[in-house]
């Protein structure tokens, strides 16, 4: 009786949690200005608009520190459409 009773409540907490999804619009959308239509503005921009989309889809405190975001970050252009 003792073990129907607890699977019986573990089932009921099981089903009763409620998972919720939202839909975030423009997450991976960011607008920067360039200083100049030079390759080395442009690319400046695109890495600054890179480092902002990653702080919001990535989480911790070092993320910027991390080897393949740095990689990533370094060759940004390549990122963007």
């Known amino acids: 009786m003792n073990v129907l009773f607890r699977l019986l409540i573990i ?7 409620n998972a919720f999804a939202v839909a975030v619009e423009d ?8 200083k100049s239509q ?6 400046t921009a695109i ?11 990535m989480a911790g405190e070092n993320i ?3 080897p393949v975001v740095q990689s990533a970050l ?5 990122y963007v459409r």
């Open 38 to 43: 030079s390759r080395e503005d442009r690319n």
């Open 11 to 17: 089932g009921l907490l099981t089903l009763s949690q």
């Open 74 to 78: 370094a060759d940004a252009p390549r």
């Open 27 to 34: 997450l991976f959308e960011v607008e920067v200005i360039a």
């Open 64 to 66: 910027f520190q991390d």
């Open 47 to 57: 890495k600054e608009a890179m480092t902002i989309v990653l702080g919001r889809v």
